[in-house]
């Protein structure tokens, strides 16, 4: 995250000002505050496509483990990024990293939340497995086919723990899996995903530890 | 320190699931396919292009009062209207002070939207009503 947190926004405009002034001139098509503020607009462009560039496959990832479907990843990424262009690009660039993770959970979670409606919805109408409502991904199916990441050189019983353990994170109610991959892949403290989950310090460390022991069950098989 | 209160004797469990867990996800990320990377570069230049521009509704309270603006404008420039006209034909065709009072003051563009449907209105002639 060189540019973004670096906390040089200032710095990084300044520097741009300078360079217009000392060597481009103003022409009589554009004067020089338009050519600033297009220099200014060009340098938030380059910093926030450094920024996005470097948190793309991270946000997808996250996503991807909660929808389990390539296009509502896709889609909750879109927003995201959208989102924070438009809203929060002023802000500085150190700011960004926290204000993209939060809006990417808050979409997260309106995305279980929609989940958790339709479910209810198709229940009424008796289309829904016996595990519908329940608000979180726990619904789908357990032999539902994963995306193989085993590499040939990998180890058979670690490529098998692997897929296991991306089926049982696949599986946790939706808090709870937040709760764990914002420890486990942000490395977040309780303070920081209480913030990203916008929800109180308490909350994150019941859903952590509910995570934690449903987890340690379904990978039972694979304890030494 | 850890603070989520684990205890002591699962937490060796705990950091290898978290340490799986971890490798797990930079596992994907190294193999996503071309065409999510793809789509995702698509998707973060698309949002670039929003830098600086304004949102598409802040636009509508400018065009509410340009609208407004326009409407007072007619109003004031126009010739008066013929003394004779009935009561009914005036409520459609003719906008008093308090008229334009409530227009102007009134946030709700609601009125503004409909103005289409009232001009309409207006074009269709005197109102007929019940006896």
Known sequence: MSNAQDGGFGATAIWASLELVTDRRPTAAMPLAGQLAQQERRDLQRQLDNFLAEQERRAYQMAYLATHDREEALEIVQDAMFKLVQKYAHKPAAAWGPLFTRILQNRIKNWYRKRSISQRIFSWFGEADEQAGQGGAEAVDSAAPLVSFTRPDQNPETARFMEALERALHGLPGRQQQAFLLRAVHGFDVAETAAAMRCSSGSVKTHYSRALAKLKIDLQAFAR | ?131
């Not at chain 2, 937490?11 to 971890?22: G, M």
């Not at chain 2, 065409?35 to 998707?43: D, F, N, V, Y």
């Not at chain 2, 409520?91 to 102007?104: A, P, W």
């Open chain 2, 1 to 131: 320190m850890n603070e989520y209160e684990t205890n002591k004797e699962s937490s060796l469990n705990e950091q290898q699931l978290l340490q799986q867990t971890e490798e797990l996800v930079a596992a994907r990320e190294a193999q996503l396919d071309a065409g999510t990377l793809s789509r995702l570069h698509r998707i973060r230049s698309e949002a670039l292009t929003t830098v600086g521009g304004r949102p598409a509704k802040q636009w509508l309270p400018v065009a509410g009062a340009v609208t407004v603006a326009m409407l007072v404008g007619v109003v004031l420039f126009l010739p008066q209207q013929p003394a004779n006209l009935n009561p009914e034909t005036a409520l459609v065709t003719g906008l008093s002070e308090q008229d334009l009072e409530l227009l102007v003051g009134s946030e709700d563009l609601e009125l503004l939207e409909d103005l289409e449907f009232y001009l309409w209105l207006d074009s269709q002639g005197p109102l007929d009503r019940p006896s």
